[in-house]
């Protein structure tokens, strides 16, 4: 059953994201070039949505959160791999498959980079996890942990933040 | 600024939509958005054909089997989701490679490819080492508010920028 609700939570994110044009290389190279902020406004209207539902759901106690261990070395070093790699090919793991599926079949060529880069890290994954998994590594923390106040003062002020930021956008027409 | 805007549903609506998807599945599945963990196990899933003994060796696949999971379900979902919305939207392209690249680089196949794959590769292996891409790092853990997702998601943008700025150096064109 798992499955199946991957499979229709996939549709329905590939066909909104498609709609939107978020998956094409020219709206992703364009927010990394800052003049097209159009997948910027929709990660951040996603998330906020998602943010005060899931939080809502997880106060009810109605389901867990699965926050990623926070390990800066990590998170830092391999986030800049990945932004030098995202820039070069212009789509993301997820996006890359939804270009493929709308017809932009250069995507191909990035979806086998990707196995190789996979198949990369597992073998080196041992050392990885020996060393640069251990620097910073403070486990699964969230910013209201780290900031001692309440999930909904965060989330209402990301809720603001995103508002003011989607009119400076839209000012600027980005 | 000239773009094509015909027809795209808002990135603000299509947000707003995928961020309430995103709530359901976590409530009904339990499952939070993730895609780069799937092509790490597609190359165990390769490597499997040549040397099944050293992949159920390696800690990696024993930690991340290579097996069909939530996730690839989820990725074989938005690639028919896109397509579907690509078909009935008119929008569907057999495209080889993406018009801002064309204008910019020229239109040889095997430098898009090149580029694409050693970005696709780059991307993987980054996402891997952080413990994530714009899906578990980015929306989820913008969704849960996790230091880890916040710190890996600037990381993403700030050298993506910095390339991006290099590759397209010089030149406001789109």
């Given at each position: 059953m798992k499955l199946v609700y991957g499979l229709i939570t996939g549709l329905l994110f590939g066909y909104f994201m498609q709609r939107s044009r978020v998956i094409r290389y020219d709206a992703q190279v364009g927010a990394m070039r800052l003049i097209d902020m159009t997948i910027v406004k929709f990660m951040m209207a996603a998330a906020v949505t998602a943010s005060i539902g899931v939080y809502l759901l997880h106060d009810l106690r109605l389901v867990e959160l699965s926050v990623k261990s926070t390990m800066i070395g990590a998170n830092v070093i391999g986030g800049l791999i990945f932004g030098v790699g995202w820039a070069l090919l212009g789509y993301c793991p997820g996006t890359a498959v939804g270009a493929l599926g709308e017809g932009?079949?250069?995507?191909i060529w990035g979806i086998l980079g990707m196995i190789l880069g996979g198949g990369v890290f597992a073998a080196v994954f041992p050392a990885i996890k020996r060393t640069i998994w251990q620097w910073g590594a403070y486990g699964k923390i969230t910013l209201a942990d780290v900031l001692h106040v309440n999930h909904w003062v965060l989330i209402a002020l990301f809720l603001i933040g995103s508002l003011l930021l989607f009119r400076w956008f839209e000012r600027r027409d980005l | 600024m000239k773009r094509e805007t015909q027809k795209a549903l808002s990135p603000y609506l299509s947000g707003v939509l995928t961020g309430i998807v995103l709530v359901l599945s976590v409530w009904i599945a339990g499952k939070f958005a993730g895609a780069s963990t799937t092509f790490a196990r597609k190359a165990g899933m390769v490597m499997k054909l040549f040397s099944p003994e050293r992949v159920s060796s390696m800690d990696y696949f024993v930690k991340y089997a290579p097996k069909i999971d939530w996730q690839w379900m989820f990725l074989l979902g938005l690639f028919i989701g896109s397509f579907v919305a690509a078909i009935t939207s008119g929008s569907f392209k057999l495209q080889a490679m993406p018009k801002m690249w064309e204008k910019r680089f020229g239109n040889g196949r095997a430098k898009r490819a090149l580029v694409a794959f050693v970005g696709g590769a780059l991307a993987l292996f980054g996402a891997r080492l952080a413990g994530g891409c714009p899906s578990g790092h980015g929306l989820s853990g913008l969704t849960q508010l996790s230091i880890s997702g916040f710190v890996a998601l600037v990381c993403f943008f700030a050298s993506g920028i910095v390339v991006a700025r290099i590759l397209y150096r010089g030149g406001k064109q789109e």
């Open positions: 932009r079949w250069d995507s | -």
